[in-house]
């Protein structure tokens, strides 16, 4: 039986008995006001806002990550000596590395200067970004391959800077009373479908463009796809800017002395399950994103109209993975969010081993590989891909929600990296089926890190951890504010004494 963890041990009878950090004064007019300073609907409509803005700006972010999926395909035809695997693979780890920085950077942000600001940085960086790729150049074509991973490493800040900051400000704003109990499947439509939705987009978009431009102006095909992903964060920027940072985060930021060793000590076991298991998911979804349309175009006949076939292919890909998202977010209040996961991750071992091990046969019939190539992809998206983002928004306190959530999508990115890295040699020394073995690997150590490492949660009030990481924090005498303007407090500030014995009593029996 599975080792009940320290913060879980304060019952919900004391957690009842803990008024709020700092209670809202209610307004006679507006009882329902968070602050005399913010009104009931602004701060209703700045939550339906900042819900949908995450949604439409994280279809960017899924466009971005995966632009280059054909753009290695076009590079490749059009400079077939210059654009070796080793440049494919620089260019294409630009953006990892990128969003390893801004996942690190944009977490400790959003929680230091708040939600609102680290967004409105990330949509800066993409847009910047965006523009500079478009008009990649140099006096060689070495040169333009260079600046286009620079400009690839500045979206790559932004768009990695979206997971924590536009993640946890939506699933803030859906923790209202109206939308608590749906706010699992909701925090999933608004995030990993947005996300997984890019593909498809992007190959379409794609699509359009090699079909107006033609096989004889490849520069332009991949210069306009680049230059539209500049579009989506824009026409979102207006309403971020507008954008109030969620009461949740106003009653629990802390600015100052953050105490991190105690969230260390706190909340290991966690980290270990939401950055393992993200680490895995990455390693293998994202080198299988990148390097799916070469995948493809290594099974698909040659011909003159290869790239366009291709397309077309991978595009069926993208569309047979997206019900997987739909089915985690159905199914992620129904059977929690670990066993979800699990689920998930055993989708990694049976495709993976079906393809794998019968690879030499199954290219052989390219409708009957994409399928199972996107089944494999859909249960990625079902479990890890769906449960990933919701756990690490739900799994840690308010205070250090975007710090966590970033250590854990960077440890995911690192995975992603690494295994961009890897899919060459492996393809290379072991054969191309290996890739589909190793995530069949993957698949058996990402059910065992969740089933040891990750909380079984079910959509539980986020104040109710926010309320239990306060008490832990003045158990151990950390005596700092909490909160930002409207709604600051002292950390200590209506505690009952017996609650803060309680959870240092139970920390030693442990």
Same mark, same amino acid.
């Given at each position: 039986? &599975?080792?009940?963890?320290?913060?879980?041990?304060?019952?919900?009878?004391?957690?009842?008995?803990?008024?709020?950090?700092?209670?809202?004064?209610?307004?006679?007019?507006?009882?329902?006001?968070?602050? +005399?300073?913010?009104?009931?609907?602004?701060?209703?409509?700045?939550?339906?806002?900042?819900?949908?803005?995450?949604?439409?700006?994280?279809?960017?972010?899924?466009?971005?990550?995966?632009?280059?999926?054909?753009?290695?395909?076009?590079?490749?035809? &059009?400079?077939?000596?210059?654009?070796?695997?080793?440049?494919?693979?620089?260019?294409?780890?630009?953006?990892?590395?990128?969003?390893?920085?801004?996942?690190?950077?944009?977490?400790?942000?959003?929680?230091?200067?708040?939600?609102?600001? $680290?967004?409105?940085?990330?949509?800066?960086?993409?847009?910047?970004?965006?523009?500079?790729?478009?008009?990649?150049?140099?006096?060689?074509?070495?040169?333009?391959?260079?600046?286009?991973?620079?400009?690839?490493?500045?979206?790559?800040?932004?768009?990695?800077?979206?997971?924590?900051?536009?993640?946890?400000?939506?699933?803030?704003?859906?923790?209202? +009373?109206?939308?608590?109990?749906?706010?699992?499947?909701?925090?999933?439509?608004?995030?990993?479908?947005?996300?997984?939705?890019?593909?498809?987009?992007?190959?379409?978009?794609?699509?359009?463009? !090699?079909?107006?431009?033609?096989?004889?102006?490849?520069?332009?095909?991949?210069?306009?796809?680049?230059?539209?992903?500049?579009?989506?964060? !824009?026409?979102?920027?207006?309403?971020?800017?507008?954008?109030?940072?969620?009461?949740?985060?106003?009653?629990?930021?802390? +600015?100052?002395?953050?105490?991190?060793?105690?969230? !260390?000590?706190?909340?290991?076991?966690?980290?270990?399950?939401?950055?393992?298991?993200?680490?895995?998911?990455?390693? #293998?979804?994202?080198?299988?994103?990148?390097?799916?349309?070469?995948?493809?175009?290594?099974?698909?006949?040659?011909?003159?109209?290869?790239?366009?076939?291709?397309?077309?292919?991978?595009? !069926?890909?993208? $569309?047979?993975?997206?019900?997987?998202?739909?089915?985690?977010?159905?199914?992620?209040?129904?059977?929690?969010?670990?066993?979800?996961?699990?689920?998930?991750?055993?989708?990694?071992?049976?495709?993976?081993?079906?393809?794998?091990?019968?690879?030499?046969?199954?290219?052989?019939?390219?409708?009957?590989?994409?399928?199972?190539?996107?089944?494999?992809?859909?249960?990625?998206?079902?479990?890890?891909?769906?449960?990933?983002?919701?756990?690490?928004?739900?799994?840690? $306190?308010?205070?250090?929600?975007?710090?966590?959530?970033?250590?854990?999508?960077?440890?995911?990115?690192?995975?992603?990296?690494?295994?961009?890295?890897?899919?060459?040699?492996?393809?290379?020394?072991?054969?191309? +089926?290996?890739?589909?073995? #190793?995530? $069949?690997?993957?698949?058996?150590?990402?059910?065992?890190?969740?089933?040891?490492?990750?909380?079984?949660?079910?959509?539980?009030?986020?104040?109710? &951890?926010? &309320?239990?990481?306060?008490?832990?924090?003045?158990?151990?005498?950390?005596?700092?504010?909490?909160?930002?303007?409207?709604?600051?407090?002292?950390?200590?500030?209506?505690?009952?004494?017996?609650?803060?014995?309680?959870?240092?009593?139970?920390?030693?029996?442990?």
């Amino acid at each position: 039986m &599975e080792k009940p963890i320290a913060e879980d041990h304060i019952t919900s009878k004391e957690m009842n008995d803990v008024p709020p950090n700092s209670k809202p004064v209610a307004d006679p007019e507006d009882p329902q006001a968070p602050s +005399k300073e913010v009104s009931s609907k602004r701060q209703r409509l700045s939550d339906i806002f900042t819900i949908a803005c995450a949604g439409f700006a994280l279809i960017s972010d899924g466009y971005q990550n995966n632009l280059m999926t054909m753009t290695n395909v076009v590079l490749k035809a &059009e400079y077939p000596k210059k654009y070796t695997s080793a440049i494919s693979t620089q260019v294409s780890n630009a953006l990892l590395v990128g969003e390893i920085l801004g996942q690190i950077v944009v977490g400790l942000t959003c929680d230091y200067y708040g939600r609102k600001f $680290a967004i409105v940085v990330t949509t800066l960086m993409i847009v910047l970004g965006g523009i500079l790729a478009t008009a990649s150049s140099g006096d060689t074509t070495n040169g333009m391959f260079w600046m286009l991973t620079v400009s690839r490493g500045i979206v790559g800040f932004g768009t990695g800077g979206e997971y924590p900051a536009s993640s946890t400000s939506a699933s803030e704003a859906a923790n209202s +009373k109206r939308t608590l109990r749906q706010r699992g499947p909701l925090f999933i439509l608004v995030t990993n479908l947005p996300l997984s939705f890019g593909g498809p987009l992007a190959i379409s978009i794609f699509l359009i463009v !090699l079909s107006a431009a033609g096989r004889t102006h490849l520069s332009t095909v991949w210069r306009v796809c680049f230059g539209i992903g500049v579009i989506f964060p !824009l026409s979102v920027f207006y309403f971020r800017l507008r954008m109030l940072n969620s009461t949740l985060y106003r009653r629990g930021a802390i +600015k100052r002395r953050v105490p991190y060793a105690l969230v !260390l000590r706190y909340y290991w076991r966690r980290l270990l399950g939401t950055c393992g298991a993200w680490f895995l998911y990455d390693f #293998v979804t994202f080198p299988n994103g990148v390097f799916s349309g070469v995948i493809i175009s290594s099974v698909v006949s040659s011909g003159a109209d290869s790239i366009r076939s291709t397309a077309e292919w991978q595009l !069926l890909l993208g $569309a047979i993975a997206l019900p997987g998202v739909l089915l985690g977010a159905w199914l992620c209040n129904r059977i929690g969010r670990k066993v979800t996961m699990m689920l998930g991750f055993g989708g990694y071992l049976v495709f993976g081993l079906i393809i794998g091990c019968a690879y030499e046969k199954i290219t052989k019939i390219v409708p009957l590989f994409v399928v199972f190539y996107g089944l494999m992809l859909s249960a990625g998206n079902l479990g890890p891909g769906d449960m990933l983002g919701l756990l690490s928004s739900e799994s840690y $306190a308010t205070a250090v929600r975007g710090t966590c959530y970033g250590i854990s999508a960077a440890l995911g990115k690192t995975g992603a990296a690494v295994g961009t890295e890897a899919f060459t040699p492996i393809q290379n020394h072991l054969g191309k +089926k290996w890739t589909f073995i #190793v995530a $069949a690997i993957c698949g058996v150590v990402g059910i065992l890190v969740t089933f040891f490492f990750v909380p079984d949660l079910k959509g539980e009030d986020l104040a109710e &951890e926010d &309320e239990k990481f306060r008490a832990y924090l003045v158990s151990k005498g950390w005596d700092g504010e909490m909160g930002e303007e409207d709604l600051k407090a002292l950390v200590d500030e209506g505690i009952p004494e017996n609650v803060v014995v309680n959870v240092n009593v139970n920390e030693k029996a442990l």
